[in-house]
């Protein structure tokens, strides 16, 4: 058997430029026709596509009521479930309101798409699929959002993104005023129980201190211990008195007498100052003053911090009451949609570019082949024994002569 010598890369390269020129007619019709008739669709058969796009800025920032909150309730998962969002969750409503199908359908209804885009099919969602496919959305990298809309006519296409922006800031308003009437019911409902509580404790409170006559305990306090040391020293200043006046008089004095009687009311004062018998006076017993002043912080604490949350829920509900009544425009329009003339597509030049190559591939690869049946045919090879058994079968109804 003979060596075969093996084929270079420019051997390849030229038997196939070869075969092709043997059939040049044959491929310069396969490319020709279908560049001719591609040319022809996307120049005067495929209608064109322009584009409008617009950039808005995301909504305006919540953070300080947000913040307060969530000092208020200690974590953001009370503030969800109360319907206050944050500035992220804001973004993300408007990107759920812009891709939703009821704005995706008032748009249809509006421009009445299913007659501009001759759609006859029997389902809408086959429709919503159609317009979705020219409308877009996105975050650029400056975290603005970034919308867009493709179609045969450019003005149509200003009109669907500025009806869009329009209706998408109504129903982002309509959101966040629903959001702040949810949160001020609530905060009135708390507001209203904790001005409940509030009217009672203090009621309670002043209960308390009339009947155990405690205003001010600090200052209660200190002037009992200063009236009982008032009366102390008096105590003692009357037993040296009497000492002195008994070693020199004797009991039976006249001034040891008077001295008695005055020492009899100096106990007699310190007696019921220490039993609470001057709390009229505001006095204090003090044995029960700790308890009676730890009872009396307790109920003051409470008090107060009762109205630490009472002012901070009534601050609430009016700053739920001005954002449920506030209507501002939340989505500013940066760059506005206008009529852009430059085609987006078709893309003629890349559409004729591949068409050529394609079915110049198609065509050298066919002749090619041919070629190389027919060399395989003349040395009765078992590939060719295969080929013609495979368009006997294929061509069966041609009969051999």
Known sequence: MEKQESIGFVEICLRILNNDLKHFKFVATCVLIPTIVVFIMVMWVVKPKYAASAIVTPPASTQPVSGMLSGLMGSSGMSSLLGISMDNEDVNAVWTILNSWELHNMVIQKFDLAKHYEFKGKFHADLLKQFRKNFGLELNKEDMLSLYFKDTDPKLAVEVIEFMLVKADSAF???????????????????????????????????????????EPNVQLEATIKYLSELQAMREEVGIEMNFEKLDRGENSKRYQELSKRAKGVNSALGSALKGKHSNIGLLELKKSPELYSEYLRRETEIRIQEAMYKILRQQSEQMRLEEAKRLTNLHVLEPPWENDKKISPKRGLILIFTVFFTFFCASLLCNFVEFMRAESRTNTRTAAEWDFFVKKIFFWRKSK
């Not at 966040?176 to 949810?182: G, L, S, V």
């Open 173 to 215: 308003n309509a959101f966040k005023t629903k959001q702040a009437r949810q949160s001020r019911e609530y905060f009135q409902s708390r507001l209203d129980s904790c001005e409940h509580v509030l009217d009672s404790l203090i009621k309670e409170f002043v209960d308390f201190q009339v009947s155990n006559n405690v205003y």
